[in-house]
């Protein structure tokens, strides 16, 4: 995969902050059968001690903010990191498949429970919106991955809840 990003071993100093996640794409169950349910959320990025990125999401749940922290470990190669989630036993490879650092990325996780392996697109934006180019550069970059249309959902702007 090819990863347009100079992080090396480390964190970019330029793609630490806050991102909102503007898009997701995926062919997970837990994704298809809800995907209806999700909403404009953000991930705030930092580094952490012993090669960690500590990534915290946070959306809204029943009304009610939600945050989880998810410590991604770097791998060492360009634009990848890794965790496991305890919670859902799952292991998660992230990529930084491209980003421009003050305006876009575009994020791609594989991640496998057991034998089953499921795709995960998301594309996040320094603002709210992005440029409709952007936006099908994120369609068409899930479709290239077997992602099916119905499965792309793009995120409506939210008002200033998301203060990280």
């Known amino acids: ?3 347009r990003s100079n992080v090396k071993g480390s964190i970019s100093v330029q793609f630490i902050g806050k991102w909102y996640i503007i898009g997701m794409a995926s062919d997970a169950q837990w994704f298809t059968t809800r995907k209806d349910k999700f909403s404009m959320s953000t991930i705030l990025m930092k580094p952490a001690e012993n090669d960690k990125v500590e990534t915290v999401l946070t959306k809204t749940r029943r009304g009610r903010c939600l945050q989880i922290i ?5 791998t060492g190669r360009k ?5 496991h989630s305890d919670r859902w036993n799952n292991d998660h490879d992230v990529y930084v498949t491209e980003t421009n650092y003050d305006e876009y990325a575009l994020i791609h996780n ?5 034998p089953e392996v499921t795709t995960l697109v998301k594309l996040y934006g320094r ?5 409709p180019e952007l936006l099908e550069k994120f369609r068409q970059y899930s479709l290239a991955h077997g992602l099916e249309e119905q499965n792309i959902v793009t995120f409506a702007k939210q008002g200033n809840y998301y203060r990280v």
């Open 70 to 74: 998810f410590p991604y470990r770097m």
């Open 127 to 131: 603002d709210q919106e992005l440029r």
């Open 1 to 3: 995969m090819h990863v």
């Open 110 to 114: 594989t991640i496998t429970k057991g």
């Open 79 to 83: 634009g990848q990191f890794f965790f």
